[in-house]
T-cell receptor, first 109, second 118 residues
Framework: GQSLEQPSEVTAVEGAIVQINCTYQ??????LSWYQQHDGGAPTFLSY??LDGLEETGRFSSFLSRSDSYGYLLLQELQMKDSASYFC??????????WGAGTKLIIKP | EAQVTQNPRYLITVTGKKLTVTCSQN?????MSWYRQDPGLGLRQIYY???????DKGDVPEGYKVSRKEKRNFPLILESPSPNQTSLYFC?????????????????FGPGTRLTVL
């Protein structure tokens, strides 16, 4: 079957850098997406990596290593508004998006 | 404004009383999907639609029905709701389903419908 593993919770300090990891097991692999979801809100798309390496978008970066079946989301200069849950997700060949269980990011002042 | 809308946002109902949650998008997206979100389980796909009149089951379709008669609308129907369908439901859409392209992976979500079945 297909599965994604990510830590359930990560704690960091305002202004610091935090990395949220995601490992996956899939029968075929196309790429890795990241979504952010604030409490009570809807998921919003952050990034998609189809190729190995680091993609940077402002304070957020996403990394993929296909040989290691691993990716991470890197958040820099953490702000209190970054407190949210972060999900990794992979598309499969059956037209579905398979999701990890989510990582709750707690930011302390 | 480009958006996905869902109604109702909150619903409390009783076992067995048929209900419909509407979903509409104004972005001319081909691909639409319904998810349920439960604590500790992330998002699980219920049904999806590649285009008009094309629907298929996701991971947890039991107890649900969908239809896609128009491109913009994708209602979720619970014919006989049960307490285990108490959950937070999200409708989402994307330009098309394309695993290798970012446009195919960026899904836009509605605000969610919190359903309680007593």
């Amino acid at each position: 079957g297909q599965s994604l593993e990510q830590p359930s919770e990560v704690t960091a300090v305002e202004g610091a850098i935090v990395q949220i990891n995601c490992t996956y097991q899939t029968s075929g692999f196309y790429g890795l997406s990241w979504y952010q979801q604030h409490d009570g809100g809807a998921p919003t798309f952050l990034s998609y990596n189809a190729l190995d390496g680091l993609e940077e978008t402002g304070r957020f970066s996403s990394f993929l290593s296909r040989s290691d079946s691993y990716g991470y989301l890197l958040l820099q200069e953490l702000q209190m508004k970054d407190s949210a849950s972060y999900f990794c997700a992979v598309p499969d060949s059956n037209y579905q998006l398979i999701w990890g269980a989510g990582t709750k990011l707690i930011i302390k002042p | 404004e480009a958006q996905v809308t869902q109604n109702p946002r909150y619903l409390i109902t009783v076992t067995g009383k048929k209900l419909t949650v509407t979903c509409s998008q104004n972005m001319n997206h081909e691909y639409m999907s319904w998810y349920r979100q439960d604590p500790g389980l992330g998002l699980r796909q219920i049904y999806y639609s590649m285009n008009v009149e094309v629907t298929d089951k996701g991971d947890v379709p039991e107890g649900y029905k969908v239809s896609r008669k128009e491109k913009r609308n994708f209602p979720l129907i619970l014919e006989s709701p049960s307490p285990n369908q108490t959950s937070l439901y999200f409708c989402a859409s994307s330009l098309q389903y394309s695993p290798v392209r970012v446009e195919g992976n960026e899904q836009f979500f509605g605000p969610g419908t919190r359903l309680t079945v007593l």
